[in-house]
């Protein structure tokens, strides 16, 4: 008698001809819309499911998978991931993924955009048109701060970090750099950037784009006390996690003139969003959008799928996920293979 095929949960609806791989493997449970899940649904759905395509919006940690006996494998749709609780999900033996690589270059792209229209006023001044304010054109009208020549301060110097860098140089900008440990030195002069402490980056940027994970350590890692330190002509750009900046200290500098502009494509509550900075005419805001092209967020999907079919034992890296986040959930799980890819099929296969 044949096995039960294992079941898959598809948390949001994503691309349906590369969801539809896996079917191939497994039954596959996926919403007709776009969802916004209680803790309680999340863990009715992972109790019946053997592995998980999530997205950023599904929080999973303890509560979430006490009940998921089956539970195998989550695979983030996403290069970040403190929607896991990966600490938890390792000791239950559940291996997790993500997505990175596929998203740099786009994301990179996106940093820079947001960068420019931070610096040059760009969203600020279309509304100022929209609402019919510009009557006639004055030379001092909505003057911006330049790029070309003015130092770019990247906080996080990662893939993607390293992409902004590597376009800054087309700007001809200097490019100073903080990062938990220095980048070998071959990289460096690949990027022209320079290595300085948390303290000269937030001293000597004209534009500070942070680029870092989010983490408990890195949580409001620019407060009250690290605006205070940058320039008042200074612009401040978060593409990475909300929950790094301290959002009210944030828009009290920006409305007492202590620092020039800021571009965030990410908040702390998203979606929900401050009041604080809405008011606000010198900040640049758009909705976590900067991996969002076409062909991005299908090779991020594509990827997914690809690390959950493995995860599970299936296809041809069987046992071997291209993007594991926590090998050490191999041990925990009793299976064998090694911490920085898998195990073997015939010991995740159920």
Not at 55 to 84: D, K, M, Q, S
């Amino acid at each position: 008698m044949a096995e039960p095929r294992r079941r898959v949960w598809v948390s949001q609806p994503l691309f349906d001809d590369i969801v539809g791989r896996l079917a191939v493997h497994f039954d596959v449970a996926a919403p007709a819309r776009v969802m916004e899940y209680t803790p309680v649904q999340i863990a009715d759905a992972l109790r019946q499911a053997d592995g998980v395509l999530a997205t950023l919006n599904e929080r999973i940690g303890v509560e979430e998978i006490a009940g998921a006996a089956r539970l195998r494998a989550i695979a983030n749709v996403g290069v970040g991931y403190n929607n896991l609780d990966v600490a938890a999900l390792t000791q239950a033996g559940i291996l997790a993924t993500n997505t990175p690589d596929v998203l740099t270059e786009t994301t990179a792209d996106f940093g820079f955009a947001l960068l420019m229209a931070t610096a040059r006023r760009i969203t600020e001044s279309e509304r100022w048109l929209r609402e019919g304010r510009w009557t006639q054109w004055s030379f001092d009208s909505m003057l911006g701060a330049d790029l070309h020549g003015s130092t770019l301060g990247i906080l996080g110097m990662g893939r993607i970090g390293q992409g902004i860098a590597r376009r800054a140089v087309g700007f001809d900008m200097r490019v100073l750099y903080h990062n938990r440990s220095r980048l070998p030195v071959d990289t460096e002069q690949a990027c022209r950037a320079e290595y300085v402490d948390l303290d000269r980056l937030l001293a000597q940027s004209d534009h500070l784009l942070l680029v870092l994970p989010y983490s408990p350590q890195s949580h409001h890692i620019i407060d009250a006390a690290a605006l205070a330190k940058m320039k008042p002509t200074a612009t401040l750009v978060n593409i990475a996690r909300g929950g790094l900046i301290d959002e009210l200290a944030l828009a009290q500098a920006l409305a007492g003139g202590r620092l020039a502009a800021a571009g965030l494509d990410v908040f702390e509550g998203e979606p929900a969003v401050r009041p604080e900075l809405l008011a606000l005419r010198n900040v640049v805001l758009t909705p976590h959008i900067a991996s969002g092209s076409l062909a991005t967020r299908r090779a991020m999907v594509s990827l997914a799928v690809d690390n959950l079919i493995a995860a599970l034992g299936e296809g041809p890296a069987a046992g071997n996920p291209p993007n594991l986040i926590n090998g050490d959930a191999l041990r925990a799980a009793g299976l064998t293979g090694n911490t920085g890819g898998g195990a073997r099929k015939t010991a995740i296969k159920r």
